[in-house]
């Protein structure tokens, strides 16, 4: 069974930086797409970053140059570095997880492709 275990959020000024961390464990696929959404009070679950299935990095417009995604496979560790934050990255961030099987494909950006979640970690960000 797969299971997402994240931690780093909390609170900072406009400005600040925050490295979130996601804990893997269960993975029996070869390929997975791996990532992070957040949602904010009374929107939707939004996409911020994911690594595909074979280890490209896609981003969001707007976290674009600040946020950097990374994987350190000997840990089975998924990374969110936030630079920059703004108070508009506020939001309850989320990792992610859908395994793809034997052979690598697609990662979709919605996140109703993805069966995986971890319990979320909050971001607040101040001006």
């Known amino acids: 069974q797969v299971q997402l275990v994240e931690s780093g959020g909390g609170s900072v000024q406009a400005g600040g930086s925050l490295r979130l961390s996601c804990a893997t464990s269960?993975?029996?696929?070869?390929?997975?797409?791996m990532g992070w959404f957040r949602q904010a009070p009374g929107k939707e679950r939004d996409f911020v970053s994911i690594?595909?299935?074979?280890?490209?990095?896609i981003y969001a417009d707007s976290v674009k140059g600040r946020f950097t995604i990374s994987q350190d496979n000997a840990k089975n560790t998924l990374y969110l570095q936030m630079n920059s934050l703004k108070p508009e990255d506020t939001a309850m961030y989320y990792c992610?997880?859908?395994?793809?099987?034997?052979?690598?494909?697609?990662?979709?950006?919605?996140?109703?492709?993805?069966?995986?979640w971890g319990q979320g970690t909050q971001v607040t960000v101040s001006s």
């Open positions: 690594v595909n299935s074979i280890g490209m990095p």
């Open positions: 269960g993975f029996t696929s070869l390929y997975n797409c």
């Open positions: 992610a997880a859908q395994p793809q099987g034997n052979y690598p494909g697609i990662c979709s950006l919605s996140a109703n492709a993805y069966n995986y």
